[in-house]
Nanobody, 117 residues
Framework: QVQLVESGGGLVQPGGSLRLSCAASGSIAGIYFMDWYRQAPGKQRELVARITTGGFTNYADSVKGRFTIARDNAKNTMSLEMNSLKPEDTAVYYC???????????WGQGTQVTVSS
């Protein structure tokens, strides 16, 4: 069993920056990837960024060049640095972890990010 806890959300002004963190604990071993998702009211939950065990990353087009995902395998943590924030970035941001063999997936509780002046 794996537990995920997000932190770092809050209220920021447009153009500002914020850094989210996800701490993972439990039976974590081998190859796995971690994602950041977000969901705004009235919208479908969307994948924001993904990082694999080997450090390969993928970003949604809407955040490319503004967000940076990273992980520290020794500490079992993942971060999302968000720069040049826009009001449309407002959402609940979720940490997600997936392990294979057998397939296991876990979600954090979410952290609110609000971009407003």
């Amino acid at each position: 069993q794996v537990q995920l806890v997000e932190s770092g959300g809050g209220l920021v002004q447009p153009g500002g920056s914020l850094r989210l963190s996800c701490a993972a604990s439990g039976s974590i071993a081998g190859i796995y990837f971690m994602d950041w998702y977000r969901q705004a009211p009235g919208k479908q939950r969307e994948l924001v960024a993904r990082i694999t065990t080997g450090g390969f990353t993928n970003y949604a087009d809407s955040v490319k060049g503004r967000f940076t995902i990273a992980r520290d395998n020794a500490k079992n943590t993942m971060s999302l640095e968000m720069n040049s924030l826009k009001p449309e970035d407002t959402a609940v941001y979720y940490c997600y972890l997936q392990q294979p063999s057998p397939l296991r997936e876990y979600w954090g509780q979410g952290t609110q990010v609000t971009v407003s002046s």
